[in-house]
């Protein structure tokens, strides 16, 4: 087990997240590992904007599934990575017919 995973599972269970939540987390967080083939923490705002317009447009996932990762990686981020604010401009499926700019 890396380090940034078992200080992001120590950040989860301080705040009391619930044990879903922490399998979630941890998967959205490894699929972002995964896709660029390297440690989250070494990734730019570029790279998120890349990641998210990817699970959107190729991966199809819908408005429910992005904000999911939105969250998890935003949790990443914030709270385990200490940045001092998550500004970077997202877009994710409203529903069906349109986007939302998060």
């Known amino acids: 087990m890396t380090a940034l995973r078992q200080k992001m599972i120590a950040a989860m269970r301080q705040r009391g997240f619930a044990q879903r939540t922490h399998?979630?987390?941890l998967m959205v967080v490894t699929d972002l590992?995964?896709?660029f083939h390297r440690s989250p923490d070494t990734l730019s705002t570029d790279d998120l904007q890349h990641f998210f317009n990817h699970l959107?447009?190729?991966r199809g996932l819908s408005a429910a599934s992005c904000r999911v990762y939105l969250h998890g990686v935003r949790f990443l981020y914030l709270h385990v990575l200490q940045?001092?604010?998550f500004d970077v401009p997202l877009t994710v499926p409203k529903n069906r017919s349109g986007f939302?700019?998060?």
Do not use: F, K, L
């Open 100 to 102: 939302q700019n998060c």
């Open 33 to 35: 590992a995964r896709y």
């Open 23 to 25: 399998n979630t987390y």
């Open 83 to 85: 940045w001092p604010s």
């Open 56 to 58: 959107v447009q190729e």
